[in-house]
């Protein structure tokens, strides 16, 4: 594609007006993502927080770069969600000269693609990362391709078209089936899961020479539910505090985010007959064999873990599901003639979410570099 490439100068000019901070005000400053990936806008500071830079007010819409980390890619177009933030001295932002056709969408988008890249990276010279600060004459003296206004504006609503279907493939195709069967364990008839099993059973005194399992959170396998790293110990290597369960014991996260990832397994002894593990963990004993496997794989459903979730206790991210839940939500059990079709059913179901689940996953790391292909290809055409 032929297209001319002109100065940046010659179509942008910088325009900042600045400011006198006062005493007693505070103040909302931007800053810029490095990798194109948008503005960052601070929580309010106070006057006292502003420290001994300039500031600035900026235009909006305006295409701002970080003069500290351009070389990274550090470039963002200010908004109106950006009106009443400022900026230091350590961003340029540029608005069109008047008269000039170019699209600040447009130049975001090449100043995101290789070639921007590189031509930040050209205009900031120094050879240690604090060094490589950008060259405002620089910048402005680098050729960038100009096409038509109308070109630049297809150009860039056809890359935002791109970034909006990559952004949006990230939805999971399992929520039908989730649906489903919350529908179908609705229908069935309920038992409060304190029936089913004891919570926290009484641990058992052992010797420090008897060996055990190990179980740490990250030995259970979330996609799984099994336990896939456990570490042979001995009870005297490990200090008291831990969870202690026995073969047949359901072990259930109870903290974010591991509880709704389905870190949920049934201990069947390892390299030992008895397993300690985190005190993030539940220890369900049931009460009748038989439901052992029902109850590991109704703890791993989304039906149970939206109840997990709203029983919540403490503070974000340090969120636990309280042991008086489990011993009072009413869960879905069926009788035991009909016990082992339920089983097989919700197994093969997860085997579905998985299998959708990976699928979803390939699709998002190809959506990720759908965007970035796009871009090089237009920019890497225009000679």
Not at 282 to 302: E, F, G, N, S
Not at 356 to 366: C, F, G, T, Y
Request: glycine share 8%.
């Amino acid at each position: 594609m032929k297209v001319e490439w002109v100065p940046l100068g010659e179509v942008l000019e910088i325009r900042r007006t600045p400011i006198d901070l006062a005493a007693g005000e505070s103040y909302k400053r931007i800053g810029i993502f490095s990798w194109g990936k948008g503005m960052l806008r601070r929580d309010p500071a106070a006057f006292a927080e502003m420290g001994s830079m300039k500031y600035f007010r900026f235009p909006i819409p305006s295409l701002i770069f970080s003069n500290i980390q351009a070389w990274e890619g550090a470039v963002a177009l200010a908004g109106d969600e950006d009106t009443d933030f400022v900026c230091s001295s350590r961003f340029y932002p540029y608005i069109p000269r008047e008269g000039a056709d170019v699209n600040l969408g447009y130049l975001l988008e090449f100043f995101r693609s290789e070639e921007g890249l590189a031509l930040m990276r050209r205009a900031s010279p120094g050879t240690q990362v604090r060094n490589k600060v950008l060259s405002r004459t620089a910048l402005e003296a680098a050729r960038v391709p100009l096409p038509s206004c109308l070109d630049q504006e297809h150009i860039a609503a056809h890359l935002t078209a791109v970034a909006d279907r990559a952004a949006h493939s990230g939805a999971r195709a399992h929520g039908s089936v989730d649906r489903v069967v919350s529908s179908w364990l609705d229908s069935l008839p309920q038992r409060l899961l304190g029936e089913l099993v004891e919570v926290g059973p009484r641990p058992f005194r052992l010797a420090p020479e008897v060996p055990i399992d190990f179980v740490p959170m990250e030995a259970v396998d979330a996609v799984t539910g099994s336990i896939t790293g456990a570490m042979p110990r001995t009870r005297g290597e490990l200090p008291s505090g831990y969870r202690q369960f026995l073969p047949g014991d359901v072990i259930f996260a109870r903290i974010t985010p591991s509880m709704q990832n389905g870190k949920c397994a049934i201990y069947h002894g390892v390299r030992a007959d008895v397993g300690y593990g985190s005190t993030e963990f539940h220890v369900l004993r049931p009460r009748d064999p038989r439901y052992r496997q029902w109850i590991w794989a109704l703890l791993r459903t989304q039906w149970f873990i939206r109840r997990a979730m709203a029983a919540f206790t403490g503070t974000a991210g340090q969120q636990r599901v309280p042991a008086s839940f489990l011993q009072q939500v009413s869960v879905p059990t069926p009788a035991p003639p009909q016990l082992e079709g339920a089983i097989r059913r919700l197994l093969e179901v997860r085997v579905r979410v998985n299998v959708a689940n990976e699928v979803a996953r390939w699709r998002d790391e190809l959506a990720k570099s759908l965007l970035p292909a796009a871009r090089n290809e237009i920019f890497s055409a225009m000679r």
